[in-house]
């Protein structure tokens, strides 16, 4: 019962490098998403994919920001020319199809630093 | 868009019961879920309410007027373990139409002293 598993836990970096982030999320479970935390702010959602539509990319803050989704699982998060302002905490959750509640399961998270 | 605003932080003895406002403005209702999460872990699910009243579990209640945009997460008996931040967030339907997210407050950090 292997819960949604992100790599790497931790990531620094250097100012204009690319980075990819990625998430294994629950076997079976079809919605994925991208979050991210920033000291002293909220999660703020990036993507969302369901099962191998179209992903809603309404929250990526620019055009730096891409995500795919492989097979309907593993999703990988990249983030292109890194600047400092995109270090925080990238969270990934998913949530399994004709959940009542919608309720999301969340991974422990990519805590990227950009020097 | 959304509005969802909850304290930034609240102190708490042990044993005691603390009571996490939440309120919000949004365009979409469905739903508003209460998160926990402890310092360097995952938020992990508390409770959800999609109809007005009370929902208990165990130390644990949440209460939603959908009419007031108001929620509060209710804790019992407090223990230290209690220590974490509380996220507050309301589901609403993406732009794309394509399903839903889920819109998070900013936390409350909540501290249980001996």
């Known amino acids: 019962g292997a819960g949604v598993s992100q790599s790497p836990s931790n990531k620094v970096t250097e100012k204009g490098k690319d980075v990819e982030l990625r998430c294994d999320p629950i076997s079976g479970h079809t919605a994925l998403y991208w979050y991210r935390q920033s000291l002293g702010q909220g999660l703020e959602f990036l993507i969302y994919?369901?099962?191998?539509?179209?992903?809603?990319k309404s929250g990526l803050p620019s055009d730096r920001f891409s995500a795919e989704r492989t097979g309907g699982s593993v999703s990988t998060l990249t983030i292109q020319r890194t600047q400092q302002e995109d270090s925080a905490v990238y969270l990934c959750a998913s949530s399994p199809p004709g959940h009542l509640s919608g309720e999301l399961f969340f991974g422990e998270g990519s805590r990227l630093t950009v020097l | 868009g959304q509005n969802i605003d909850q304290p930034t932080e609240m102190t708490a003895t042990e044993g005691a019961i603390v009571q996490i406002n939440c309120t919000y403005q949004t365009s979409g209702f469905n739903g508003l879920f209460w998160y926990q999460q402890h310092a360097g872990e995952a938020p992990t699910f508390l409770s959800y309410?999609?109809?007005?009243g009370l929902e208990e579990k165990g130390r644990f209640s949440s209460f939603l007027s959908r009419s007031k945009g108001y929620s509060y997460l209710l804790l019992k008996e407090l223990q230290m373990k209690d220590s974490a931040s509380y996220l507050c967030?309301?589901?609403?339907?993406?732009?794309?139409?394509?399903?839903?997210?889920?819109?998070f407050g900013k936390g409350t950090s909540l501290l249980v002293t001996p």
């Open positions: 994919f369901q099962g191998n539509s179209a992903p809603d």
């Open positions: 309410n999609v109809l007005d």
């Open positions: 967030a309301v589901r609403d339907r993406l732009r794309s139409n394509s399903g839903y997210a889920l819109n």
